[in-house]
Nanobody, 122 residues
Framework: QVQLVESGGGEVQAGDSLRLSCAASGRTFSSYAMAWFRQGPGKEREFVAAISWSGGSAYYADSVKGRFTASRDNAKNTLYLQMNSLKPEDTAVYYC???????????????WGKGTLVTVSS
């Protein structure tokens, strides 16, 4: 069993940067591939970024590619999402997720955090 808690969300202006964190409980954090998803107001949840168990590989949704960077510190049981050049369309609740496979599919994720809200104003 893994519990995930996101933090770092807030209200920023377009063009600003923000770093989200996802703290995992337990001692098996390094065994899981991790991912970030988000759900904007009135929209379905969508994939944002995925990172392998070692942190050596990552990939991103086209909408955030070049602006967002996922990383992980297994020693600290923490996943990060560095968000640069934020746009109003990035406004969403951001969710941290963990699964057995390096994936952008929601059904591959076994554990989910409760989310942290990011609001980007123009």
């Amino acid at each position: 069993q893994v519990q995930l808690v996101e933090s770092g969300g807030g209200e920023v202006q377009a063009g600003d940067s923000l770093r989200l964190s996802c703290a995992a409980s337990g001692r098996t954090f390094s065994s899981y591939a991790m991912a970030w998803f988000r759900q904007g107001p009135g929209k379905e949840r969508e994939f944002v970024a995925a990172i392998s168990w070692s942190g050596g590989s990552a990939y991103y949704a086209d909408s955030v590619k070049g602006r967002f960077t996922a990383s992980r510190d297994n020693a600290k049981n923490t996943l990060y999402l560095q968000m640069n050049s934020l746009k109003p369309e990035d406004t969403a609740v951001y969710y941290c997720a963990a699964g057995d496979y390096y994936s952008d599919y929601e059904y591959d994720m076994k554990y989910w955090g409760k989310g942290t809200l990011v609001t980007v104003s123009s």
